[in-house]
């Protein structure tokens, strides 16, 4: 990923999410609304913690395009040629190709982004370079202000066929969208030695992500210190053409009020699972804010394949120990593909005590 090119996401959520992703990374070796998530989460479990980085999983090697990703793109009649998936989904990498059929020499291959719904600060381009068995990022122009919605990403290309002789190369091509649904506009070209510029027809492709869904959560929920739990449910669907290979549901929570801080014994955090009921979730502390979040089962995330649902079941309680200064809290979820945020939701609630019953008449100790 191009450092600095997508902010770092800021604020308590941030790092209590970062710290949650960290925990999956490791685990893999009425109704909320559902907000998209800034582009920068993506980049919450290395930036928002420093200490977070080294509990991360050994990133997986590199593999190379397939045999079909390889293939050339267009006909034989057009001089440059592109394709990509009419659907992008958010989080995983979509192939694309580029394939030049222009004279040898030495040039540069150029793709001009246009986006609608997102930033093209948040999309990612790679290119396979064979002989370093690697992708590697194309370099970047990006747009102007602080929301581009306009960018190109280009790399040099070169051959020694014989300059007179026309020649047919492929280059294989990966992109991603960090970010949001909408929509991706994309011209690809090639610049030769000389200036000319061939360009190839614009492609435009969805950008998507599975559907989620947070119900059972009151708009304004009351939760009483040493009362009962509060039930709400996250329902994951995916809507995209893809199989989703992981996908984890997080969870996070933190209140502060006074001097005092909501800590893991101060939570009671359940998950119901078929065939087994409710189990409690440990709740973890947060190294560097006062915070803390729990993966829901199974640790290592769920494979979620199109038109395929995961649904995940919880209910909180307050325990009767925690601080009274505390009257206001937040939890929420998050449903991760990686180091891609899809969606998050924020639980808001509010602290309180036990009602006190009233003593009954004659019960003050009067004298008969």
């Known amino acids: 990923m191009r450092a600095g090119r997508l902010a770092a996401r800021t604020g308590r959520l941030a790092v209590v999410l970062a710290v949650a992703a960290a925990l999956v990374g490791a685990g893999a070796g009425g109704a909320a609304a559902v907000q998209a998530p800034n582009a920068a989460a993506a980049s919450a479990p290395q930036d ?11 990133a997986p090697a590199e593999r190379g395009p397939s045999g ?21 989904p958010i989080g995983l990498w ?17 793709l001009d982004l246009v986006s609608k719904g997102f930033s093209t600060d948040s999309v990612e381009v790679q290119h396979w370079v064979p002989t ?9 122009s990006g747009g102007a202000g602080d929301f581009p ?16 002789k026309p020649f047919a190369r492929t280059v294989a091509l990966r992109l991603q969208d960090l970010d949001r649904p909408g929509s991706l506009a994309v011209t690809a070209s090639y610049t030769d030695a000389h200036h000319h510029v061939y360009r190839a027809p614009v492609l435009r492709s ?41 996908v984890a549901t997080l969870f996070y929570a933190y209140g502060m009020g006074g001097n005092q801080v909501l800590a893991p014994d101060d939570l009671v955090l359940q998950q119901y699972l078929a065939g087994t009921g409710w189990i409690r979730l440990p709740l973890t502390a947060s190294p560097c804010d006062p915070g803390m979040s729990a993966v829901p ?6 494979r979620l394949a199109p038109g395929a649902t995961e649904t995940v079941q919880l209910r909180l309680a307050v325990a009767a120990t925690a601080p009274p200064a505390v009257t206001h809290a937040e939890a929420g979820f998050s449903v991760q593909s990686g180091d891609a945020t899809l969606a998050s939701t924020s639980l808001p609630f509010t602290l309180r005590a036990p009602a006190v019953t009233p003593a009954a008449p004659g019960d003050h100790g009067q004298r008969r």
């Open 149 to 164: 919605t306009k960018g190109g990403f280009s790399f040099p290309l070169s051959t020694t066929a014989a300059v007179a």
């Open 132 to 140: 370093a068995h690697k992708w590697v990022d194309l370099a970047v």
């Open 94 to 110: 979509s192939a694309a190709a580029i394939t030049l059929r222009v004279p040898a020499g030495t040039g540069t291959v150029r």
């Open 206 to 246: 969805t950008v998507t992500r599975p559907q989620t869904r947070v119900t059972g959560w009151p708009a304004h929920a009351v939760l009483v210190r040493g009362g009962a739990a509060q039930k709400v449910t996250m329902t994951v669907h995916n809507t995209t053409d893809r199989a989703y290979p992981s």
């Open 68 to 88: 079909a990703d390889a293939k050339a793109a267009g006909t034989a009649a057009q001089t440059v040629s592109y394709r990509q998936p009419t659907q992008l």
């Open 48 to 58: 928002a913690c420093g200490a977070l980085a080294a509990d991360r999983a050994t």
């Open 297 to 302: 089962r199974p640790v290592a995330g769920t």
